[in-house]
């Protein structure tokens, strides 16, 4: 089984629809992102937690939002999606007990399309 | 500002040549540094990193790493390429004084031609 698990692994969908994509891992790690993917721009990051009473918000948080309902899930939310949202998402986790900034881990991402 | 700059937007090399794939990166103090590769339909999976300590870092799958102070650089190498190597590769630096922002590069797409 994967560690860090996305789903789904793909979804479409219509303009204006709420949409949550799901993460959650088994390497017990107390740190966990959302990133998206865009052609020719790398990774982005959306938000970060550093532990379940921690979020905040990452580089471009507009327009989604996130829940860490415990240290092994984090949830990322698009209130009402927009074409412009369509890309890849992957989550992320790193352990921080072992040191400052330690690698991170990633799930398999979720093909996102928004029509 | 901090950044990560991934000349080279794609590379084609033939099977069994050599590989480099270059990263310079804008960072106000001396950064932590990863090489992370992206097989199609996967996530990014951590090649090599450097955080202090000899300036050539060895990582998986016959990969090798340079940190160059001097040239802000840390560029990916290997020797003999694989077809499986073909992949994105994505440079990415963080801080070592704590803090936790990881920034990456825009990525490099390799292509192996038989």
């Known amino acids: 089984d994967a560690d860090v698990t996305q789903t789904p692994r793909n979804r479409i969908t219509k303009t204006g629809k709420r949409i949550m994509l799901e993460c959650s891992q088994t390497?017990?790690?107390?740190?966990m992102y959302w990133y998206r993917q865009d052609p020719g721009l790398g990774l982005r990051l959306i938000y970060y937690?550093?532990?379940?009473?921690?979020?905040n918000k990452g580089e471009i948080s507009d327009g989604y939002s996130v829940s860490r309902q415990a240290q092994a899930k984090f949830s990322l939310s698009l209130e009402s999606a927009i074409p412009n949202q369509t890309a890849l998402y992957f989550c992320?986790?790193?352990?921080?007990?072992?040191?400052?900034?330690?690698?991170?881990?990633f799930g398999d991402g979720t093909r996102l399309s928004i029509l | 500002a901090q950044s990560v700059t991934q000349p080279d937007i794609h590379i084609t090399v033939s099977e069994g040549a050599s590989l480099e794939l270059r990263c310079n990166y804008s960072?106000?103090?001396?950064?932590?540094l990863f090489w992370y590769v992206q097989s199609p339909g996967q996530g990014l999976q951590l090649l090599l990193k450097?955080?202090?300590?000899?300036?050539l870092v060895q990582g998986i799958k016959g990969f090798e790493a340079e940190f160059k102070r001097s040239q802000s650089s840390f560029n990916l190498r290997k020797p003999s390429v694989h077809w499986s190597d073909a992949a994105e590769y994505f440079c990415?630096?963080?801080?070592?004084?704590?803090?936790?922002?990881?920034?990456f590069g825009a990525g490099t797409r390799l292509f192996v031609k038989a």
């Open positions: 992320a986790t790193s352990d921080h007990r072992q040191g400052s900034n330690q690698p991170q881990h």
């Open positions: 390497k017990g790690h107390d740190r």
């Open positions: 937690s550093f532990d379940v009473k921690d979020i």
């Open positions: 960072y106000g103090a001396t950064p932590y």
């Open positions: 450097y955080f202090s300590g000899d300036t």
């Open positions: 990415a630096v963080g801080p070592n004084t704590g803090g936790f922002k990881t920034i």
